[in-house]
């Protein structure tokens, strides 16, 4: 199996971006899907993630500002992040939950900056 993540990229504070992460392998179905993140000399963190049949849950960070979704025929996952913030600047990972077993893509970078 392995997680394709796209999207990242450098934007203004307030701006948006849109990030994507595609699953391929031997799959039969992918249970919770999620993006962590990870910024300089910080731990990794939950963002979002998304079950099989939709149920969201979101970090107090980006509560109200990041969107989860998924697309369950294309074994893809989304994240839409606005009003974007200096302090939402880190890698990205996604991440897939497949039969018990927890699997990362290789991380996009998100940089706020003006």
């Known amino acids: 199996v392995q997680l394709q993540a796209s999207g990242g990229g450098l934007v203004q504070p307030g701006g948006s971006l849109r990030l994507s992460c595609a699953a391929s392998?031997?799959?039969?179905?992918?249970?919770?899907m999620g993006w962590f993140r990870q910024a300089p000399e910080k731990q990794r963190e939950l963002v979002a993630r998304v079950s099989r049949g939709g149920s969201t849950y979101y970090a107090d960070s980006a509560k109200g500002r990041f969107t989860i979704s998924r697309d369950n025929a294309k074994n893809t996952v989304y994240l839409q992040m606005s009003n974007l913030k200096p302090e939402d600047t880190a890698v990205y990972f996604c991440?897939?939950?497949?039969?018990?077993?927890?699997?990362w893509g290789q991380g996009t970078l998100v940089t706020v900056s003006s």
């Open positions: 392998g031997s799959i039969f179905s992918i249970d919770d």
């Open positions: 991440m897939s939950v497949i039969r018990s077993r927890l699997y």
